[in-house]
């Protein structure tokens, strides 16, 4: 990206120039790899496919991440609070539930925060 000129000695960019920046940050932080961000930026249809496809692909990476990371929160969670014998069986019977009940949540979530 080439600045639009110099003041002073310091580089100007186009606040066009800052936006995709902005877009490049976010993008990154949601995980997505230079190659990725590259064809997400690419204002051509093929680039509009590949951007759909490869968001779809990591919109469901982190919906696993989100559910794996979940069920551990409940377990350690509960590991951290109980007071019952290690070998008791209760113990799994109660973080099943709460796994179940916390994932329902998040699927809730996920629904209103996903865009159709």
Same mark, same amino acid.
């Given at each position: 990206?080439?600045? $639009?000129?110099?003041?002073?000695?310091? +580089?100007?960019?186009?606040? @066009?120039?800052? *936006?995709?920046?902005?877009?490049?940050?976010?993008? =990154?932080?949601?995980? !997505?790899? #230079?190659? $990725?961000? &590259?064809?997400? !930026?690419?204002?051509?249809?093929?680039?509009? +496919?590949?951007?759909?496809? =490869?968001? &779809?692909? =990591?919109? @469901?990476e982190l919906r696993d991440r989100l559910t794996t990371t979940l069920s551990a929160l409940v377990v350690v969670?509960? &590991?951290?609070? #109980?007071?019952? $014998?290690?070998?008791? $069986?209760? #113990?799994? *019977?109660?973080?099943? =539930?709460?796994?179940?009940?916390?994932?329902? *949540? @998040? *699927?809730? !979530?996920?629904? +209103?925060?996903?865009?159709?």
């Amino acid at each position: 990206m080439e600045p $639009d000129g110099r003041v002073a000695g310091q +580089r100007r960019y186009s606040e @066009a120039a800052v *936006e995709r920046l902005r877009m490049v940050v976010l993008l =990154r932080k949601a995980g !997505l790899s #230079c190659d $990725d961000i &590259a064809v997400a !930026l690419n204002p051509t249809p093929e680039g509009g +496919r590949l951007r759909r496809e =490869r968001a &779809a692909r =990591r919109a @469901a990476e982190l919906r696993d991440r989100l559910t794996t990371t979940l069920s551990a929160l409940v377990v350690v969670q509960h &590991a951290s609070v #109980c007071t019952r $014998d290690a070998d008791d $069986d209760r #113990c799994v *019977e109660e973080i099943g =539930r709460q796994r179940d009940s916390a994932l329902r *949540e @998040a *699927e809730a !979530l996920l629904a +209103r925060v996903t865009i159709d």
